[in-house]
């Protein structure tokens, strides 16, 4: 099991059942028989994204694996405020859950006042890494991640750069640029990577800081996009020519990815954890989920519980900071 314990408040109600002599899991709130009714899978964007295709995937796996009802049920809003919202307040027995990501959990409850923070869920695993990548138009008067960069050098703030909203991690990155390593570009919010597609290929912002997903790997291989740099720590096996924030000199860009969690409101009990964790991990070793999520997305390696909570945790510490 890869998970932390999830504290004194769950120690307490076990000992009270203890105590009181009660062997029946299902009167002392237990999850013996988990699931017991239909989940319900929020995802906090709309429908049709990358987010969206990859909690239908693995809810389609959880629902054959658990023989039970996964409803998915998309709620965008409020940088997803409004799907975390009923996240957290959900009863803690596992049968509601949401697509979580630094976004929703880290950015968002730091930049507004939602009345959450990452502390108010349970992580269970990561199902996707989306990295992100800079890119230009095809007809680019910037023939590589050099060009760019010394053109914001020269005259900062001419360069526009498109990022899906302005306190996203894409948009919180190019401010770290600009803060910590004297690039400054113009940041363009846009709603999400449709919006930022089109105003790419029509000439209407000079580059993108996208999510790479299938979408936009499609613009690349079409020649519409151009790839210049790309925010994995180390080069992507799939675009081995693109180089990386780290390689161009600016250490610690590698935050503008998107790690797609799966998470439940806080205080899920320790079983049930363990159980929806050890199914995303079978789910996510089955070919026919690798190739719905993109096999490029899917980790090497399962990275559960303790490893989804580490990843929130680090970006809350580079980010606090800033918008703290």
């Known amino acids: 099991m890869r998970h932390a314990s999830t504290g004194a408040p769950v120690l307490l109600l076990v000992a009270a059942?203890?105590?009181?002599?009660?062997?029946?899991?299902?009167?002392?709130?237990g999850s013996?028989?988990?699931?017991?009714?239909?989940?319900?899978?929020?995802?906090?964007?709309?429908?049709?994204?990358?987010?969206?295709?990859?909690?239908?995937?693995?809810?389609?796996?959880?629902?054959?694996?658990?023989?039970?009802?996964?409803?998915v049920e998309n709620l965008p809003g409020g940088s997803g405020a409004l799907a975390t919202t009923q996240l957290v307040g959900a009863e803690p027995d596992g049968h509601t859950l949401s697509l979580v990501t630094a976004g929703t959990m880290v950015l968002t409850p730091l930049a507004n006042e939602v009345g959450y923070t990452v502390e108010d869920i349970t992580p269970i695993g990561v199902m996707a890494d989306v990295p992100s990548v800079l890119a230009v138009g095809g007809d680019s008067e910037f023939a590589s991640a050099e060009d760019l960069v010394e053109a914001a050098e020269a005259a900062p703030g001419t360069v526009n750069v498109g990022v899906p909203g302005a306190s996203t991690p894409q948009g919180i990155e190019l401010q770290r640029l600009a803060d910590d390593h004297d690039v400054e570009v113009t940041v363009v919010p846009f709603d999400g990577n449709a919006e930022m597609t089109a105003a790419l290929l029509g000439g209407n912002v000079d580059a993108v800081l996208i999510n790479a997903?299938?979408?936009?790997?499609?613009?690349?291989?079409?020649?519409?996009?151009?790839?210049?740099?790309?925010?994995?720590?180390?080069?992507?096996e799939w675009l081995p020519d693109v180089p990386t924030f780290s390689e161009l000199g600016f250490d610690g860009l590698t935050l503008s990815g998107s790690t797609f969690g799966l998470a439940g409101p806080a205080g899920?009990?320790?079983?049930?954890?363990?159980?929806?964790?050890?199914?995303?991990?079978?789910?996510?070793?089955?070919?026919?989920?690798?190739?719905?999520?993109?096999?490029?997305?899917v980790p090497e390696e399962f990275a559960g519980a303790d490893e989804l909570a580490q990843i929130l945790e680090s970006t809350q510490q580079v980010y606090e900071p800033i918008l703290g």
């Open 17 to 29: 059942g203890v105590l009181a002599g009660c062997g029946d899991d299902a009167d002392g709130g």
């Open 268 to 297: 899920l009990p320790d079983d049930v954890v363990t159980t929806l964790e050890d199914t995303l991990q079978s789910c996510l070793e089955q070919d026919e989920v690798r190739e719905g999520i993109g096999e490029e997305y």
């Open 213 to 236: 997903s299938q979408d936009v790997t499609g613009n690349i291989d079409s020649g519409d996009f151009v790839p210049l740099i790309a925010s994995s720590e180390e080069r992507l």
């Open 32 to 71: 013996a028989d988990f699931p017991s009714d239909d989940i319900r899978l929020l995802v906090p964007y709309a429908a049709g994204g990358p987010t969206d295709l990859t909690t239908r995937t693995v809810g389609s796996c959880l629902e054959s694996e658990l023989d039970a009802t996964v409803i």
